[in-house]
């Protein structure tokens, strides 16, 4: 029954984000923007929403959104989710300028910190694995590197951290030829056990909140 539910909000959320496309109207639209587009599924703070396998976007810079956008239109990107399918719809309705618009809104949104801190076994091992396999290009305050098209971390959730992963693991994610970062995060979430996944889910957004992993460096 639970699924069932989460599929018929997922087409709600979907067609929300979808309605007035390519409708008429009397008078003239407002631009596009954040809160029209995305926020339906996105969170109207950019929190994201796990219901939809909708994740966070709060802080995520343009250039790696741009890619992102590029790799749904181009089908490096599987779509078998609701979700993915209506991004593609969203991205093919709004212009290069409107898309570029609503990013600016995106980067301005604001990553707050973690209060929620899990127990310290767990959060150990993820401050272990971080710095040894995440850190070289995510770097150490989890905020990315455009250098080596690494994006941001810190401003996703826990469960943004587990779905990604996962579909980097079973080949949603960086399967095509084309996508070169995504091939690079296939290969090392291949590497990864679920236990160990859940322990990096639980330390990268505490990141946020200025927690450094680099004391375990090698450790």
Same mark, same amino acid.
């Given at each position: 029954r639970s699924k069932l539910f989460e599929r018929i909000l997922a087409s709600c959320l979907v067609l929300t984000c979808l309605c007035g496309f390519g409708m008429p109207? !009397?008078? !003239?639209a407002a631009p596009p923007s954040y809160t029209a587009h995305c926020a339906a599924c996105h969170g109207a703070k950019g929190e994201g929403n796990p219901i939809v396998a909708a994740p966070a976007l709060r802080g995520q810079p343009f250039w790696y959104g741009q890619r992102q956008i590029e790799n749904f239109l181009q089908g490096r990107r599987k779509t078998n989710r609701p979700a993915a399918r209506a991004m593609v719809l969203v991205f093919e309705s709004l212009s290069e300028a409107d898309l570029e618009r609503i990013w600016e809104e995106i980067e301005a949104l604001e990553v707050p910190e973690e209060t929620d801190f899990p127990e310290a076994t767990l959060s150990e091992k993820g401050r272990y694995l971080y710095v040894n396999q995440c850190m070289e290009c995510h770097r150490f305050n989890g905020r990315g590197e455009r250098f080596f098209g690494s994006p941001p971390l810190i401003g996703l959730t826990e469960a943004d951290i587990v779905r990604a992963l996962g579909d980097f693991q079973e080949g949603r994610r960086?399967?095509?030829l084309d996508d070169e970062k995504g091939r690079k995060m296939a290969r090392q979430a291949q590497w990864l056990? =679920? !236990? =160990?996944i859940a322990a990096l889910a639980k330390f990268i957004p505490q990141m946020a909140s200025g927690a450094d992993p680099r004391s375990a460096r090698d450790r």
């Open positions: 109207v !009397e008078t !003239e960086g399967w095509h056990s =679920e !236990e =160990e």
